[in-house]
């Protein structure tokens, strides 16, 4: 019997990992998931995808702590043997994240660090940390933002850390070819979730202005997004490797 693959996506607790885990899921794909604090909504989403007759998990990871990365990868090797029976997986996707708006003025070292940890330097390390337990025929999907394309006031760091994993994922995409593992980026429009305070969903101004800049008339719902990236990491996919793919429709096209 052909084993069953597994996805470890971080930050799959809610909002667009959510919907990841749960598009793997319905392509038969094992999973596990991280959270940072919301371990009930974590848990949650592991039995909506055990639900579906699927085996999943859940692990804590703040990528705000660089020196917690190396903790990480030994739990996760432990979840692997004991809930998997296996020392191996198939997919990474960097998703975990957080947002603020913050003028370029008014940006702070501390500021520009926690962003540089958690959307770009925990990312490229822990990516190194667990590739040698990847499968050939894996993929990494690192998650940007459409504010990498186009700028957006009060973004400045934010799209500078996500504008950073997208070289990083054409290097991945160079350097990991030879081990069979593809990576891309998908880079999301605006998407109704609780990222930056629930900007988008507490601001009705906001949701308006950025659905009349999107052709197709509204603001991302998550489910515009797993499936997609689900999509990228199956063998339908097998031949797309070191692209950006925006998710937005078509926002500032
Ligand atoms: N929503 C959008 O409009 C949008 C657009 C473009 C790109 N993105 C990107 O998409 C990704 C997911 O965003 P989302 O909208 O789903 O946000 P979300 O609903 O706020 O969910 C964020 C997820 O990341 C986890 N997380 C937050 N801070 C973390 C940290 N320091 N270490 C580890 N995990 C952490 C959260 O865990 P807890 O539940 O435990 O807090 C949660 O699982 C982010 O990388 C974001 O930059 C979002």
Redesign the pocket.
């Known amino acids: 019997m052909i084993p069953q693959k597994i996805a470890l996506i971080?930050?799959?607790?809610?909002?667009?990992?959510k919907d990841m885990a749960l598009s793997f899921a319905r392509r038969n794909v094992n999973v596990v998931l991280?959270?940072?604090?919301?371990e009930d909504?974590?848990r949650q989403t592991v039995k909506e995808i055990e639900d579906l007759g699927i085996k999943a998990a859940c692990l804590q990871?703040?990528?705000?702590h660089f020196h917690s990365l190396d903790g990480f990868a030994q739990t996760f090797s432990d979840i692997l043997d004991t809930r998997f029976q296996c020392s191996t997986f198939d997919y990474l996707i960097n998703?975990?994240?957080?947002?603020q708006t913050v003028p370029f003025t008014e940006v702070t070292e501390a500021i520009f660090d926690q962003f540089l940890n958690?959307h770009f330097k925990s990312v490229y390390f822990l990516t190194q940390k667990l590739l040698n337990s990847m499968n050939a025929e894996g993929c990494i999907v690192n998650?940007s933002?459409?504010t990498t394309r186009f700028s957006n006031p009060g973004y400045s760091v934010y799209a500078s850390m996500k504008g950073g994993i997208e070289v990083f994922t054409k290097y991945l995409a160079k350097e990991l070819g030879t081990r069979n593992i593809r990576a891309n980026v998908v880079a999301?429009?605006?998407?109704e979730?609780?990222?930056n305070n629930a900007a988008?969903r507490s601001n009705p101004q906001l949701k308006a202005v950025m659905s009349n800049m999107t052709p197709l008339g509204r603001v991302g719902a998550p489910d515009d997004i797993g499936s997609v990236v689900a999509f990228l990491c199956s063998p339908e996919a097998k031949w797309i490797n070191g692209q950006r793919l925006e998710v937005s429709g078509g926002i500032n096209v």
């Open positions: 971080t930050g799959g607790s809610r909002g667009l990992g991280t959270y940072n604090t919301n909504q974590a990871l703040d990528m705000a998703n975990a994240g957080m947002g958690v998650i933002t459409g999301p429009g605006p998407v979730t609780d990222f988008i």
